[in-house]
């Protein structure tokens, strides 16, 4: 089952982003990733899909906030206040297994990826 990815771009310090990922198939939860070159990738926001409950990272708290679209099974990062150390290709990804999806926050626990998006932070 795939995971697409859609609403990257180029934007302005200050500026916002909404990314998209559109999921075929249920799935326990859901975790943003980012990651820059040479670096592990990095969560910064998920969220249980049956529950609504999300996480997000320290450095995106009161920026980035998630939502779903049940009846098109996509998951939205709204991204705000956006900084140049925001700059990275996000990856939305999935985990369909039990046990907590964010505690810790680690790319290993989850099991598809879409194919990344690149969001560049630049004046």
């Known amino acids: 089952e795939l995971l697409v990815e859609s609403g990257g771009g180029s934007v302005q310090p200050g500026g916002s982003l909404r990314l998209s990922c559109a999921t075929s198939a249920y799935t326990i939860c859901i975790g943003w990733f980012r990651q820059t070159p040479g670096k592990e990738p990095e969560g910064v926001a998920g969220?249980?899909?049956?529950?609504?409950?999300?996480h997000y990272a320290d450095s995106v708290k009161g920026r980035f906030t998630i939502d779903r679209d049940f009846a098109k099974n996509t998951m939205y990062l709204q991204m705000n206040s956006l900084k140049p150390e925001d700059t990275a290709t996000y990856y939305c990804?999935?985990?369909?297994?039990?046990?907590?999806?964010?505690?810790?926050?680690?790319?290993?626990?989850?099991?598809?990826w879409g194919q990344g998006t690149q969001v560049t932070v630049s004046s």
């Open positions: 990804a999935a985990r369909d297994s039990g046990g907590s999806c964010f505690t810790p926050f680690l790319p290993v626990k989850f099991t598809r």
């Open positions: 969220i249980y899909t049956a529950t609504g409950y999300t």
